[in-house]
């Protein structure tokens, strides 16, 4: 599990959110099976060239979907695409998986922010101040729940939650 470095800051906070290791080697053992199955039922060069192609997308598809970024530097939090300054960020909760999947499921608000991935099972709830965000909070995966919650109410400055 890749380790955050520590924050320059208080209240920063850095980390990225790329796929685990498991994902990988099962990926590659998916790969390895079509390349078995592509030896014995096409000529070499093809089989070689098929599995090539199918690597690349695999490399390409983890590399993408792990390449979300949460950040809290500057007063800010970037999540993903997605930035706040903290003057308009109330309470920040760390979530244990349980609370995770109820706040992402039967709990959820259709107008929340969601950045989540299934390989972490943990997040960060921060509940969003600003009246013209019609987002009431942001829910966002985490490795590091306590550190990210820490780091945000640094840089929470704005009023309370709504």
């Known amino acids: 599990m890749p380790e955050t ?19 990988w080697v099962q990926g590659t053992m998916l790969v390895a099976t079509f ?15 098929a599995t090539g192609v199918l690597l690349a997308i695999m490399v390409l598809l983890f590399v ?4 979300p970024r949460i950040e809290v530097a500057d007063g800010w939090l ?3 695409r997605a930035r706040i300054s903290g003057e308009f960020l ?9 609370a995770t999947r109820r706040v992402a499921g039967r709990d959820a608000d259709a107008r929340a922010y969601l950045l989540l991935r299934p390989y ?30 820490a780091a945000l109410r640094v840089i929470s400055t704005g009023p309370a939650p709504r």
């Not at 993408?64 to 390449?67: A, L």
């Not at 109330?90 to 349980?98: I, M, R, T, V």
């Not at 921060?126 to 013209?132: A, C, G, L, Q, Y």
């Open 35 to 49: 390349w078995l199955a592509f030896i014995v039922s096409m000529p070499a060069s093809w089989a070689w060239t």
């Open 78 to 80: 970037r999540a993903g």
């Open 120 to 149: 972490l099972k943990r997040a960060v709830r921060v509940t969003i101040s600003d009246p013209r965000d019609p987002a009431p909070y942001w829910l966002v995966s985490t490795r590091h729940p306590e550190q990210l919650a």
């Open 64 to 67: 993408s979907y792990g390449s």
């Open 5 to 23: 470095p520590p924050p320059a800051e208080p209240g920063d906070h850095r980390e990225r959110l790329a796929v685990p290791l498991r994902w």
């Open 90 to 98: 109330g309470s920040a909760e760390a979530l244990d998986p349980d």
